[in-house]
T-cell receptor, first 113, second 111 residues
Framework: DGGITQSPKYLFRKEGQNVTLSCEQN?????MYWYRQDPGQGLRLIYY???????QKGDIAEGYSVSREKKESFPLTVTSAQKNPTAFYLCASSKGREADTQYFGPGTRLTVL | GEDVEQSLFLSVREGDSSVINCTYTDSSSTYLYWYKQEPGAGLQLLTYIFSNMDMKQDQRLTVLLNKKDKHLSLRIADTQTGDSAIYFCAVPKDNFNKFYFGSGTKLNVKP
């Protein structure tokens, strides 16, 4: 089945540790996105990538890093510089062309203890 | 960024109609989207409307767009308990490179 997978579904880390969230898609989509969701705040864009080996900062990129070495994969690293990392993280992809919507993965809930 | 506003909560009885509202600031948006999020899950596309349309109907869903007031609404007819979820409106920007989402409206359907 085509789709987007995120792993793990739940992740616990100690404060000060970096952690990497996985996002894989087999939809042959060019564009991929990372969002952070906090209660009552909707989704905020962290990073996006329109093409392999290229990515752009979103609205809240500080404390996060990404890579796009393969079309199918767009991992997000939450670094120790992120002041409040506990949140629900959503990955999405799209064909990257006009009028095309985004397709979302199931999300990863990160809790920093 | 784009400002997309939604009320946070809506409670209705099963069988009633639900109307979820959204306002946005950028009048150049060509498409506007509605997504549904069930607890602990990602977002699913429900429907969308092209900006030159006033209304779009898709089974129990009706989308109304008032471009002059930059107001978008989603009406769910005969609301069921399975419709309980968070509903987001989304506005694309920068040639669809970015999507801006509202805060989401949590719909609670009482039996």
């Amino acid at each position: 089945d085509g789709g987007i997978t995120q792993s793990p579904k739940y992740l616990f880390r100690k404060e000060g540790q970096n952690v990497t969230l996985s996002c894989e898609q087999n939809l042959n989509h060019d564009a991929m996105y990372w969002y952070r969701q906090d209660p009552g705040q909707g989704l905020r864009l962290i990073y996006y990538s329109q093409i392999v080996n290229d990515f752009q900062k979103g609205d809240i990129a500080e404390g996060y890093s990404v890579s796009r070495e393969k079309k199918e994969s767009f991992p997000l690293t939450v670094t120790s510089a992120q002041k409040n990392p506990t949140a629900f993280y959503l990955c999405a992809s799209s064909k990257g062309r006009e009028a095309d919507t985004q397709y979302f993965g199931p999300g990863t809930r990160l809790t920093v203890l | 960024g784009e400002d997309v506003e939604q009320s946070l909560f809506l409670s209705v009885r099963e069988g009633d109609s639900s109307v979820i509202n959204c306002t946005y600031t950028d009048s150049s948006s060509t498409y506007l989207y509605w997504y549904k999020q069930e607890p602990g899950a990602g977002l699913q596309l429900l429907t969308y409307i092209f900006s030159n349309m006033d209304m779009k109907q898709d089974q129990r869903l009706t989308v109304l767009l008032n471009k002059k007031d930059k107001h978008l609404s989603l009406r769910i007819a005969d609301t069921q308990t399975g419709d309980s979820a968070i509903y987001f409106c989304a506005v694309p920007k920068d040639n669809f490179n970015k999507f801006y989402f509202g805060s989401g409206t949590k719909l609670n359907v009482k039996p």
